[in-house]
């Protein structure tokens, strides 16, 4: 499966943006999908991940309630909402793809380019 994150830009602290990973392949839907953020001088850093069928999802304890992960299936996309956006978010966002689901780079086999999020004050 190959992926592309999309949808970065310039927002203000306290706007929002949606992220959009999108895939080719037709076995999407079987693959959990991550999202991973690494900021200048930083390492790599889970966001959250939904799992094959959208079930089921899990947030950094850092993004909770701010972010919002979601797929479509017959769209071959995950989408990431992210509301009241701050500075330290700022950071190239990454969609990731495996067979399992949780919140360690390991565990995503596939890997897109990133997309650049950067939140000014």
């Known amino acids: 499966v190959q992926l592309q994150a999309f949808g970065g830009g310039l927002v203000q602290a306290g706007g929002s943006l949606r992220l959009s990973c999108a895939a080719s392949g037709r076995t999407f839907s079987t693959y959990a999908i991550g999202w991973f953020r690494q900021a200048p001088g930083k390492e790599r850093e889970f966001v959250t991940a939904i799992n094959w069928g959208g079930g089921s999802t899990l947030y950094a304890d850092s993004v909770r309630g701010r972010f919002t992960i979601s797929r479509d299936n017959a769209k071959n996309t995950v989408y990431l909402q992210m509301n009241s956006l701050k500075r330290e978010d700022t950071a190239v966002y990454y969609c990731?793809?495996?067979?399992?689901?949780?919140?360690?780079?390991?565990?995503?086999?596939?890997w897109g380019p990133g997309t650049l999020v950067t939140v000014s004050s």
């Open positions: 990731a793809a495996g067979e399992s689901f949780g919140k360690t780079p390991l565990t995503y086999n596939y």
